[in-house]
C-alpha cells in the first residue's frame, strides 16, 4: 500500500452538497495535514493534527470542517462551498520526533465546486 | 507578502546538463528547508531536504545548497534527465513551528532530450 492515500481522486459537487474527503497514511505518522493548491498559488496549509488533536487552523472558512479519528486517518468534510474552493486538496502525513520532520503528501483531490 | 520565493515559472535544459533551479526566503528564523517535486495529477513528491546548520547536502543527482547570509536555496541536479520534467516546489519551517510549512510559488522545470 502506498504512503499517503487519498479518495476521491476527483470531484465535483454543486454549492448545496455536502461531501466528505479522505486521507489515510501507512507510514505509522502521528501528524496529519490538509492543504489547499488553487491555480498559480503556493500551497496553502488549512489544517494540522497532531496526536489526533487539531493544533492548527490558518484562518479556514467553516464550511470546511476537518475530523481525525485516529493518527493513520484524516477527512475534511464540505458543505455549501463556493465556487472559489475549486482547487487540488492535499493530503499530508510526518512522524513528529521534535525538531524538523518531512511531510510526505498524497495525490490530492480535485474538487470543481459548480 | 510571500516569505518564501521561486522567481522562475519555467526552467529548459538540455538532457545531461545541470539544471538550477533558486529559491528565496525572507526569513533568517528559518532553519529548515526542503525541495518537493510534482508531476501533474499527483501530490508533491519529497526530494532533499537541509537544515540551517549545513550549506550543503547531497543525494545521488540532486544537490541543495544554502546561502543562509543571502536567504538562498537552491537545487542542482545533474545530469538531468527527461523524466526530471516536474513542477519543484522549495519549502521552509523554523524549529519552533515545525509543522508549519511554507511553500514556493514553484518552478516548472522541462528536460529536453
Known amino acids: 500500500e502506498t504512503g499517503v492515500t487519498q479518495t476521491p481522486r476527483h470531484l465535483v459537487m454543486g454549492m448545496t452538497n455536502k461531501k466528505s474527503l479522505k486521507c489515510e497514511q501507512h507510514l505509522g505518522h502521528n501528524a496529519m495535514y490538509w492543504y489547499k493548491q488553487s491555480a498559480k498559488k503556493p500551497l496553502e496549509l488549512m489544517f494540522v493534527y497532531s496526536l489526533e488533536e487539531r493544533v492548527e487552523n490558518n484562518s479556514v472558512p467553516s464550511r470546511f470542517s476537518p475530523e481525525c479519528p485516529n493518527s493513520s486517518h484524516l477527512f475534511l468534510h464540505l458543505h455549501t462551498l463556493q465556487p472559489e474552493d475549486s482547487a487540488l486538496y492535499l493530503c499530508a502525513s510526518s512522524l513528529q520526533r521534535g525538531g524538523a520532520e518531512t511531510q510526505y503528501f498524497g495525490p490530492g483531490t480535485r474538487l470543481l465546486v459548480l | ?113
Open chain 2, 1 to 113: 507578502d510571500q516569505q518564501v520565493k521561486q522567481n522562475s515559472p519555467s526552467l529548459s535544459v538540455q538532457e545531461g546538463r545541470i539544471s538550477i533551479l533558486n529559491c528565496d526566503y525572507t526569513n533568517s528564523m528559518f532553519d529548515y528547508f526542503l525541495w518537493y517535486k510534482k508531476y501533474p495529477a499527483e501530490g508533491p513528491t519529497f526530494l532533499i531536504s537541509i537544515s540551517s546548520i549545513k550549506d550543503k547536502n547531497e543525494d545521488g543527482r540532486f544537490t541543495v545548497f544554502l546561502n543562509k547570509s543571502a536567504k538562498h536555496l537552491s537545487l542542482h541536479i545533474v545530469p538531468s534527465q527527461p523524466g526530471d520534467s516536474a513542477v519543484y516546489f522549495c519549502a521552509v519551517s523554523t524549529s519552533g513551528s515545525a509543522r508549519q510549512l511554507t511553500f514556493g510559488s514553484g518552478t516548472q522545470l522541462t528536460v529536453l532530450p
